[in-house]
């Protein structure tokens, strides 16, 4: 198996598959494919782990079913492209070698990964870490491809060093970094700041992976352009959850 990211501004990854070998991404990743690769659509792959799996990688942000590309009786070609303007980061997995990325960013990878939910420290992670902020993660065995939004800035944490992160900007990390949310300091702060509540504490030792455009600033850049009725339901949901998210502060 070969392969080659082609393109700068919205790159694609392009595959040469020798006869059987296959790559696995969630549905509808597909951007082309030759004649030869063979299609295979379900809700587990190779290393699903069953019903448990499934539950896991749709709790972690991916969608309910995965597609398999193989290339069955001849070599064939397979590609998936971002889906935004942004990088292709690869990643070797393996046992102590897992990574956990933004809940988009998983592009794909070989047949024995598996892709689950991150499992944040605290309530406040799952859900006051931004827009839906979740964390996915993935394992098993093999190279995975990672789809980063925007310029990536790579920062290599020495033991017990901490950066403190907008969520929107976290795009991967080892599991070998802390990560932990916390409070921005100051109610000012936190209250005329525009900066949100929370930031992403993310502590060494390991290389951690940030994305300059997240996908939740982009959607609000791009919001005035949008039909009056769509800007009217988006501004509705927004106060909505902060009622929501004011609830659950509370509790």
Same mark, same amino acid.
């Given at each position: 198996?070969?392969?080659?990211?082609?393109?700068? =501004?919205?790159?694609?990854?392009?595959?040469?598959?020798?006869?059987?070998?296959?790559?696995?991404?969630?549905?509808?990743?597909?951007?082309?494919?030759?004649?030869?690769?063979?299609?295979? =659509?379900?809700?587990?792959?190779?290393?699903?782990?069953?019903?448990?799996?499934?539950?896991?990688?749709?709790?972690?942000?991916?969608?309910?079913?995965?597609?398999?590309?193989?290339?069955?009786? =001849?070599?064939?070609?397979?590609?998936?492209?971002?889906?935004?303007?942004?990088?292709?980061?690869?990643?070797?997995?393996?046992?102590?070698?897992?990574?956990?990325?933004?809940?988009?960013?998983?592009?794909?990878? =070989?047949?024995?990964?598996?892709?689950?939910?991150?499992?944040?420290?605290?309530?406040?992670?799952?859900?006051?870490?931004?827009?839906?902020?979740?964390?996915?993660?993935?394992?098993?065995?093999?190279?995975?491809?990672?789809?980063?939004?925007?310029?990536?800035?790579?920062?290599?944490?020495?033991?017990?060093?901490?950066?403190?992160?907008? +969520?929107?900007?976290?795009?991967?990390? +080892?599991?070998?970094?802390?990560?932990?949310?916390?409070?921005?300091?100051?109610?000012?702060?936190?209250?005329? /700041?525009?900066? /949100?509540?929370?930031?992403?504490?993310?502590?060494? +030792?390991?290389?951690?992976?940030?994305?300059?455009?997240?996908?939740?600033?982009?959607?609000?850049?791009?919001?005035?352009?949008? +039909?009056?009725?769509?800007?009217?339901?988006?501004?509705?949901?927004?106060?909505?959850?902060?009622?929501?998210?004011?609830?659950?502060?509370?509790?």
């Amino acid at each position: 198996m070969q392969n080659r990211i082609l393109g700068t =501004t919205m790159p694609v990854l392009e595959f040469a598959l020798d006869r059987n070998d296959a790559i696995i991404s969630e549905a509808g990743e597909l951007s082309w494919m030759s004649a030869s690769i063979q299609m295979t =659509t379900h809700t587990q792959h190779g290393g699903g782990g069953g019903l448990f799996g499934v539950i896991k990688r749709v709790a972690g942000g991916g969608s309910l079913f995965m597609t398999e590309y193989r290339a069955v009786g =001849t070599p064939g070609e397979v590609a998936f492209a971002t889906r935004v303007p942004g990088h292709i980061v690869p990643v070797e997995v393996g046992p102590g070698h897992e990574y956990l990325v933004h809940r988009h960013g998983f592009l794909c990878a =070989t047949a024995a990964i598996e892709l689950g939910v991150g499992f944040q420290q605290s309530l406040g992670a799952g859900i006051f870490g931004g827009d839906g902020f979740l964390l996915q993660k993935i394992s098993g065995q093999g190279i995975a491809w990672l789809e980063l939004s925007g310029e990536v800035i790579v920062k290599d944490l020495a033991p017990g060093e901490t950066l403190r992160v907008h +969520p929107g900007h976290v795009g991967a990390f +080892p599991s070998s970094v802390a990560f932990q949310i916390q409070r921005v300091p100051g109610l000012k702060n936190m209250i005329f /700041g525009g900066d /949100g509540i929370f930031l992403a504490a993310l502590t060494g +030792p390991g290389r951690i992976w940030l994305q300059t455009l997240p996908i939740s600033r982009l959607a609000h850049q791009l919001q005035e352009y949008m +039909p009056a009725q769509r800007r009217e339901q988006a501004a509705e949901g927004g106060v909505v959850g902060g009622i929501v998210g004011s609830i659950l502060k509370g509790i």
